[in-house]
C-alpha cells in the first residue's frame, strides 16, 4: 500500500510546494511510483510540474464534489514516474460548498483509498491554513511532513499546527503522526539559519530530518520553466538535497 504524506504548514512561504514537487521527483527518481495531489487553491505544485493550472478541466475540486471519479482526474507522467491530481482557484470555493456534506473530512481519503495500491508514494501539498482542505490531507494521510523556513519567526504557529494533528489523530485518524521538520531556505552565510535549526531542536520533540535544503537560485528557478529542480538543473546543490531528503523518506519507511 501507498504511504500518504500530507506535507503542511499553515505558514505561507515556507517552501511546501517546492519541497512537495521535489521530493516527489527524486522518489521518482529512485525508482518509486508517485501520486503528487494539489491542495492549494494556489495550484503552484501543478504549475510547478509543468501543467498549465488555469487550462486544467477537471482537478480536485470536482473530485471533492464527488462530480467526478479519482481516475478522471489523474494526469499520467507529469514527471516520469510521477502522476498528478491539479488544482486551480476554483478550489478556493470548495470550504463552502462542502459546508453541509456528511463525514466531509474523509472524502479525500475515500478517493485516495481506491488507487492507493497503485503507488509506493503519495505527497500531498497543503494550503497555508488549518482548513477543511487541510484536514481532509491529514485525514487521509499516514504522516505529516512539516517544512520549516529557517528565519525569525519559524516557530510561530507551529504549536499551532501539531494541536491540530493531535485532534485530527483523536478524533478522524489514529493512525496520524508527525514524520518529521525539514528545514528549508537555509543560507550558511547568516548566524540566524543556524540559530534557527539549534532553537527548534531545542524546542520540538519530533523527528528532525537531517537533510536541510539550502537557499539556492536553480531551486528558485526551476518552477517558473514547470520542471522539478533535478530536470531544471540536475547537479545543483538544491537538486543534491531533495535527493538526499528522499533517501531519509525511503529509510524511514524501511525502519
Known sequence: MGRVIAVANQKGGVGKSTTAINLSACLAEKGKKVLTIDIDPQGNTTSGLGVDK????ITLYELLLGEVEIDDVIIKNVVDNVDLVPSNVNLSGAEIELLGIRDKEYILKNSIDQIRSRYDFIIMDC?????????????ASNSVLVPIQCEYYALEGLSQLIHTIELVKERLNDGL??????????????????????????HLQQNIYKTIIPRNVRLAEAPSYGQPVTMYDSKSTGAESYRLLAEEVINREEE
Not at 195 to 202: A, F, R, S
Open 127 to 139: 494550503p497555508p491554513s488549518l482548513s477543511m482542505l487541510t484536514i481532509n490531507a491529514l485525514t
Open 54 to 57: 488555469n487550462a486544467v478541466e
Open 177 to 202: 503522526f508527525i514524520e518529521g521538520v525539514v528545514f528549508t531556505m537555509y543560507d550558511a552565510r547568516t548566524n540566524l539559519s543556524l540559530q534557527v535549526v539549534e532553537n527548534v531542536k531545542d
